[in-house]
């Protein structure tokens, strides 16, 4: 049957805004919202009490950051909104966070920002490329605070010879990382030699960790491998390992590539094998403490 009358017009809640009712939603850190008022958009700092209310303060894209009073009068996505203060949980979740946020990739607690530190004359010594990228995504933050510079040896086949000509003291000391430390390998020969220089040998730190590379210092379930595949001496190490992950392998650039891509992969401490995370660890504290600037 036809309504020769239509509908009711005065049915539902015909006293809504155009925009829609304003709905509560809490004010998250990261939260964008513009107030309606001023025009001002931006994503929310902090929320506070001032003056005996709630105040919300919103940075801007251009950094600045203004408060205002806690609740109607916002919108979010468009639509209005009551800011309301986040909940037990909420702010459980945003402590965690503000914690995780002032921790560096190694795990340290995050030093406030200042000028730059004058580098000290103690040097941390690398085999190659990978290894000192690998050691800057993790502790960079911690050695700029130190103010300890990371140098890349061109191989340790004349360690013995690196060590003279570097000439440490009890504030020049020198720290060093080999890859595949093993006894019984040539590696193992070269560092008892270079350990063994006088009058060098208390002012050097010399340490590494087990892997062939330092790729496999990187946890395997990062790149969805229950373990590293064990690669047939005299072969291509890196090469083969690209090929077992399915990646391009054929060049130089299919390495770095690679590598990069692994890389990619280390999000913190915790994406590396202890073996490596302890000696790196030892040789900053080696060439920190009791080493002036």
């Not at 914690?99 to 340290?108: K, M």
């Not at 969805?224 to 992950?245: N, Q, Y």
């Not at 590598?259 to 915790?270: A, D, E, F, H, S």
Request: hydrophobic share 40%.
């Amino acid at each position: 049957m036809n309504d020769r009358y239509g509908r009711d017009v005065l049915a539902g809640d015909w006293k809504a805004p155009r925009g829609g009712r304003a709905t509560p939603v809490e004010a998250e850190t990261g939260l964008v919202v513009e107030d309606v008022e001023t025009g001002w958009v931006g994503a929310v700092v902090r929320v506070e009490k001032a003056g005996g209310m709630q105040v919300v303060h919103l940075e801007d894209r251009r950094g600045r950051v203004k408060g205002f009073p806690l609740g109607p009068g916002f919108l979010v996505e468009g639509r209005p909104a009551v800011l309301t203060p986040p909940t037990a949980r909420k702010k459980a979740e945003l402590a965690a966070a503000r914690t995780a946020a002032s921790r560096t990739a190694s795990g340290s607690l995050a030093a406030p920002r200042g000028p730059a530190r004058m580098a000290r004359a103690s040097r941390v010594f690398v085999e190659g490329r990978h290894d000192a990228e690998l050691v800057e995504k993790v502790w960079g933050d911690d050695l700029r605070v130190e103010g300890v510079v990371v140098e890349m040896l061109d191989g340790i086949d004349d360690l013995a010879g690196l060590v003279r000509d570097f000439a440490p003291t009890a504030t020049r000391r020198m720290g060093v990382l080999v890859d595949h430390l093993v006894p019984g390998t040539k590696e193992w020969r070269i560092v008892e030699q270079a350990q063994a220089v006088r009058p060098y040998a208390a002012h050097v730190c010399i340490v590494g960790h087990p892997y062939v590379d330092v790729w496999q210092s990187v946890r395997p379930e990062r790149l969805g491998l229950e373990a590293w595949p064990v690669i047939p001496r005299g072969t291509s190490w890196k090469h083969r390992i690209l090929a077992h992950l399915g990646w391009p392998h054929e060049t130089q650039a299919d390495v770095a590539q690679g590598w990069k891509r692994i890389l990619g992969t280390v999000r913190g401490y915790r994406d590396l094998q202890p073996e490596l995370l302890g000696r790196v660890e030892e040789l900053i504290d080696f060439v920190t403490v009791g080493a002036s600037a």
